[in-house]
């Protein structure tokens, strides 16, 4: 360390980190092209809708594991609390969906704080049985307080118009889309402003070694709740956009596939460098649709196989992937640090 | 380089336009939504058979119009069942929606039913108050209060005095717990105890303990199809039957699907249903024969009824409207449509859009070394009484 000069160490820092979070063009061809398509495909923006929500998810997921390091097999737990308290909302004839919004992702962070001190116990095994029971137990509270929730027979509600302008529905799915992609593009700036932070560079320290992390001066246990809270949040925001676009909660939402599919996304899509998630969201809901429409009963033995291909392939490489790809297409974005 | 990077959003984009397919003018589009994946599978599995054997033995063709049937797996998840709906009826230019395995899986579709204007078909689910859901859905299964309330009635006949009931907790369960008490109740018998056990992973001994200790002449029972071989086992093991308490319940627990797994256990089950794979008629002699045929050796259970008849109320709607199938015209055709279904002779109550069907009181017994719900009493004509009540 050069304590002799902090004040120029610091600078070096501040320019460094300026100097990343810079937009690059190949992102911001990827926000125009995912525009491009909501607008080319305008039959298809119910599964956009869709890709874009489990995205968001996958973000939100991206933000603890890619991050920080924190392995979840629970997070469907804030998806479904961020879901059942937009519709509960709605369904009480509070029907402005900013409203649910906020209010599913501020519900999401409270559960987030509540149950992040179990994370700093333990290690990896610890937490995901720890993850997985808080999401089985909101499941099971959800179940049984019909009266609430609707129960296992779900909960069904109507939506006012997106800043009381844009109607979402059947003849609204594009508006629907482009509502979930307002949400997604700015809470993924914010997310890459915070990774690209003093704060996402204390993230990455504690993910690479926590103990000497904490030997720095980083307070380790502060951190790691912060982001869990954030990601929380995140993951209620993305569930309460799934409830008030598809106008429907049902006990699913907390389902363990749900926690499952999202970690796979991630996995496909390479995590920590935030635009894993999007792409994995987009590569396994696409690949989904197309082979359960040739197979409907058989088709998870197909996404199955093409899992096992892809980790055969390259274990080490599943993260590397994407950045290749990306190295491949921009050479000299992926030079300057883009991923 | 700057098109090679959005090649992969491109990519993206020419793969969902292609899933789309176009449909001409001269075919009917049957949109099907079932879970084919997932723990209720076999659901979709019969309801699907059911509706491709009615098509295969009465042609793809009707009123000229060509009958195209496309299956859609929503894994039991009400996201995707609505967003397949959409789907069906915006791009694929589905006529009618058919399926839905369970109840939030039937409501989630029903608000797009009513914007588009596109009849659906209940083939599976349930619970009472759907068809209450929008004006559009039509119900080819049952309701529970249908077959849970003259269940409550022959136990009143028959010596039954006092009964604990036991169901799954969820709104089918609730449905046959309310209309099987109150029924019973009015008739002067005595309800000792309703127990609900949890939908999922249920572990019924403790339960049946209860059952035991409250020694009552019956007990009433419902759980999804799938749960019953595990309830049957525990019952046996528990020792109420050596303690005399008899078995009642509505078919579900005693399913033709899973009558050979859950094994002599079964034996002496009594229970009000609207089809048994064993019932008398020529017609059902051939459906089941046809329909073992086609799949397998699988054994057709009620599923596969509703599947089948809810293919029979389309062509038949499409005979009456002469090939004309917007969604208005189809569902004024189905309304009062009445029809001889290898369950028995059925109708579409055109005030309620739900079937009226003949119940059944069967009780399992042993026919050339196989399991079968044995009918011996018909309870004809009972429409679903929970809107009978209503009315």
């Known amino acids: ?196 932070s003093p704060f996402g560079l204390a993230l990455a320290a504690i993910r690479e070694n926590r103990l000497r992390a904490g030997a720095l001066g980083i307070d380790t246990s502060r951190r790691i709740i912060a982001i869990y809270v954030v990601a929380a949040a995140y993951a209620g925001a993305a569930g309460a956009l799934l409830a008030q676009t598809t106008q429907i909660v049902s006990l699913d939402l907390f389902d363990f596939h749900r926690s499952a599919d999202v970690m796979l996304m991630l996995i496909i899509g390479g995590a920590g460098y935030l635009y894993g998630g999007l792409i994995g969201a987009s ?34 490489r599943i993260g590397e992937a994407p950045r290749r790809l990306i190295a491949f297409f921009a050479p000299r974005a992926a030079r300057r640090g883009v991923a | 380089m700057i098109s090679r990077f959005s090649l992969l959003a491109a990519a993206l984009g020419a793969a969902l336009l292609a899933a789309s397919a176009r449909a001409d003018d001269n075919t009917v589009t049957i949109g099907m939504i079932l879970p084919m994946t997932g723990p209720q599978a076999s659901t979709g599995k019969q309801e699907r058979a059911g509706a491709e054997l009615y098509i295969q033995q009465h042609g793809d063709t009707v009123a000229g119009k060509k009958i195209a049937l496309v299956v859609k797996d929503d894994a039991s998840a009400a996201d995707v069942t609505k967003r397949l709906a959409e789907e069906l009826i915006g791009n694929d230019h589905a006529a009618v929606l058919m399926g ?64 604990v009931t036991i169901v799954a907790d969820y709104g089918p369960g609730v449905d046959a717990e309310k209309w099987f008490s109150d029924t019973f109740e009015k008739g002067g018998g005595t309800v000792a105890e309703k127990i609900r056990v949890p939908l999922k992973n249920p572990d019924f001994a403790p339960f049946l303990q209860r059952v035991k200790d409250d020694a009552p002449d019956a007990v009433f029972v419902f759980v999804p199809s799938g749960q019953g071989a595990v309830f049957m086992k525990e019952f046996v093991e528990r020792g109420l039957d050596k303690a005399g308490i008899k078995l ?24 009000a249903h609207h089809y048994s794979a064993d019932h008398d008629s020529p017609e059902n002699k051939a459906f089941v024969a046809a329909f073992e045929k086609a799949n397998n050796g699988m054994r057709p259970n009620f599923m596969a009824v509703g599947g089948y008849d809810g293919m029979a109320l389309v062509y038949q709607a499409l005979e009456k409207t002469k090939g004309d199938a917007s969604g208005d015209a189809l569902l004024a055709a189905m309304k009062g449509m009445s029809w001889m279904s290898p369950r028995g002779p059925v109708s579409i109550d055109p005030e309620t859009r739900e079937i009226v069907q003949n119940i059944y009181v069967r009780k399992v017994e042993k026919k050339d070394g196989a399991l079968y719900n044995v009918e011996f009493a018909t309870i004809p004509d009972v429409k679903d009484p929970y809107k009978a009540a209503k009315h």
């Open chain 2, 100 to 163: 839905f395995g369970l109840t939030p899986l039937a409501l989630a579709a029903a608000p797009v039913a009513t914007e588009a204007k596109v009849p659906e078909i209940v083939t599976a689910a349930a619970t009472a108050m759907i068809t209450e859901k929008s004006p559009y859905i039509v119900r080819t299964s049952f309701t529970l209060p249908q077959a849970s309330a003259p269940m409550a009635e022959w136990a009143l006949k028959n010596g039954i005095k006092k009964v």
């Open chain 2, 248 to 271: 009642i319940g509505t078919g579900d627990v005693t399913d033709d699907d899973l009558l050979a797994d859950i094994g002599d256990s079964a034996l002496g089950a009594v229970t």
């Open chain 1, 1 to 196: 360390m050069s304590a002799a000069n902090p004040s120029a160490t610091t600078r070096r820092l501040a320019a460094h980190l300026n100097r990343r979070a810079r937009w690059r063009w190949p992102e911001i061809l990827f926000w125009l092209a995912i525009l491009a398509v909501i607008f080319a495909a305008p039959s298809r923006a119910a599964i956009i809708n869709e890709v874009l929500i489990a995205g968001l998810f996958a973000l939100s997921l991206d933000l603890i594991l890619g991050l920080a390091g924190i392995v979840s097999l629970g997070h469907a737990a804030f998806f479904g609390l961020g879901a059942y308290a937009a519709a509960i909302l709605a369904s009480k004839g509070i029907a402005d969906p900013t409203l649910g919004l906020v209010l599913g992702a501020a519900v999401a962070a409270v559960a987030g704080l509540a149950t992040a001190p179990l994370l700093l116990r333990g290690a990896d095994l610890t937490r995901l049985m720890v993850t997985l029971g808080v999401s089985l137990m909101l499941g099971e509270l959800a179940n049984r307080n019909g009266w609430l929730t609707g129960g296992a027979d779900g909960l069904n509600f109507s939506i006012a118009p997106v800043l009381g302008l844009f109607p979402i529905g059947f003849t609204g799915q594009r508006n629907a889309a482009l509502y979930s992609f307002a949400v997604l593009f700015i809470l993924f700036t914010i997310a890459r402003r915070l990774a690209q």
């Open chain 1, 283 to 316: 590569a396994f809901i696409v690949l989904r649709d197309v082979i359960s429409a040739a197979t409907p009963e058989y088709w998870e033995f197909w996404i199955g196989l093409a899992l096992v291909i892809l980790v055969l392939a390259g274990r080490e």
